[in-house]
């Protein structure tokens, strides 16, 4: 079952082929000043399509991506093209795609 979310105005929208099971609450500098709650895919997992900008930092091997109107933070891709990984911030997400996750915090990026 795929799972759909967006930005708060809706600028930006992004599909996963599933919904996720396991969501990072990330302690990361980075990631507590954004609010933010992961969920981990591969890239051909998720579709985004709308106007987002892009925000690095340290070693920039992350790319934090956010809608250009609203802000929100949407998904990181990995600045490695080669690395199948990516995430999407379940906050995002309506409630009932999280309902059944589990939700773990980290110390940094995973
Ligand atoms: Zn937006």
Redesign the pocket.
């Known amino acids: 079952m795929t799972v759909s979310g967006?930005?708060?105005?809706?600028?930006?929208q992004f599909e996963a082929a599933y919904a996720p099971t396991d969501i990072n609450d990330c302690q990361c500098s980075h990631c507590q000043k954004r609010g933010v709650l992961w969920a981990y895919y591969s890239p051909r997992d998720v579709s985004v399509t709308g106007s987002f900008s892009t925000y690095s930092w340290g070693v920039k091997r992350t790319r934090f991506h956010f809608?250009t109107?609203?802000?929100?933070t949407t998904h990181w891709t990995a600045a490695d093209p080669k690395r199948d990984r990516m995430a999407i911030n379940t906050r995002l997400l309506p409630p009932e795609a999280v309902a059944a996750a589990v939700v773990r915090q980290s110390p940094g990026p995973r």
């Open positions: 967006s930005c708060h105005c809706g600028a930006v809608c109107v609203c802000g929100c």
